[in-house]
């Protein structure tokens, strides 16, 4: 039986493990090609928690997407590379994306009831996962799932085994889908909302599972919100991306108590913990991704904005270890 892992005993922690580059993915085509996602780049660490945030239509998903190879046939790779271990995976054959999807990069969704089997009992469905991936018995199989469902604190896991998955509460469903997410021992775990539909008691059950299990085992986590709320006491590194572009990066302490770009001040004052007090508001929605603006996407509606900002996209800027995109800060 292959062991969990405890992080202290994997190597290389710190070290990049997914590497985005420069990645520009659209939807559809000319002249109402959708620039989703526009030149963003950001690293994952080995064993570290870095959260994507942005509002709804921000490219969130379709960065996860393509981080699994799952985009859709209307997406379409316009440049840059995703680096993993790194190795090119952007274009991999399907087979061989095949083996590291689900292998080595496990990925959990907002709605597990969505992906899970209705017809097949929920251990078996891991079991599956582990079978496919890992050319074990049944029998091997159903012991590492009870192991797993174990790891994952359901409780009562030999009774949980055989059943459906609508006899199981969203929460528990959501363990179901991370014990399938973590079956083979990945190093990397993508979760998109993955609390999104569960109430606030579960969703912060479900968030802390995350964090154990990040530890435990030394998994890196992409955790995709699109409240920065979440993410305070849970992930290392925050993503803070804007229609399309990333706005700010940097570890979640400066995030919370030094924000430098005006969208990453409002994400804090829409959310419920924030740490100091912002008087902004944004009012409006993102721009449209078909005619984006010429500057800095925000500057529609920035409180802040500067003539350059509608004009000139912003320099990449900041402090050590942060980067921040903004005409105003970082300077
Ligand atoms: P949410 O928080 O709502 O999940 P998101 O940040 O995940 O949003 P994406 O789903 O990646 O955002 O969408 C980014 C942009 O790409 C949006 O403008 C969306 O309408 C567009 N888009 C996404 N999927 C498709 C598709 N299959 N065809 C055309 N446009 C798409
Ligand atoms: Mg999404």
Redesign the pocket.
């Given at each position: 039986m292959v062991a969990f892992q405890a992080k202290d005993q994997i190597k290389n922690v710190g070290e990049v493990l997914l590497s985005v580059r420069n990645l520009r993915i659209y939807?559809?085509r000319e002249p109402a090609l959708?620039r989703?996602?526009d030149g963003v780049s950001f690293d994952i660490k080995r064993g570290e928690i870095t959260a994507l945030v942005?509002?709804?239509?921000?490219?969130?998903?379709?960065?996860?997407?393509s981080i699994l190879s799952l985009l859709?046939p209307?997406?379409k790779i316009v440049e840059g590379d995703i680096l993993f271990k790194g190795r090119s995976i952007l274009h991999l054959k399907s087979r061989e994306m095949q083996r590291i999807r689900g292998k080595e990069i496990g990925m959990v969704f907002q709605e597990p009831h969505s992906y899970l089997n209705p017809l097949i009992k929920v251990g078996d469905q891991v079991a599956e996962t582990l079978i496919l991936h890992e050319n074990i018995g049944k029998e091997e199989a159903r012991s590492r799932v009870i192991n797993i469902f174990e790891k994952v604190r359901i409780a009562d896991p030999q009774r949980i085994y055989h059943y459906y998955p609508h006899q199981l509460s969203g929460g528990m469903a959501q363990r179901v889908g991370i014990s399938i997410a973590i079956a083979c021992n990945p190093s990397l775990l993508v979760a998109?909302?993955p609390t999104s539909n569960l109430d606030l008691t579960v969703q912060s059950q479900i968030l802390h599972l995350l964090k154990n299990l990040s530890k435990e085992l030394g998994l890196s986590v992409l955790l995709?919100t699109?409240d920065l709320g979440v993410v305070s006491g849970l992930a290392d590194r925050v993503v803070i991306?804007y229609a399309?572009k990333v706005a700010e990066e940097a570890d979640v302490y400066s995030i919370y108590t030094n924000p430098q770009h005006p969208y990453t001040e409002v994400l804090l004052a829409s959310s419920r913990v924030a740490k100091i007090k912002s008087n902004i508001e944004a009012s409006g929605f993102?721009p449209d991704?078909r005619n984006p603006p010429a500057g800095c996407r925000f500057s529609t509606r920035c409180p802040y904005v500067l003539e350059k900002c509608s004009s000139e996209p912003p320099e990449v800027r900041g402090p050590n270890n942060s980067r921040v995109y903004c005409w105003l800060r970082g300077g």
């Open positions: 939807y559809g959708i989703a996602v942005g509002e709804s239509g921000s490219g969130k998903t379709t960065i996860a997407l859709p209307a997406a998109d909302e995709i699109h991306v399309g993102l991704l």
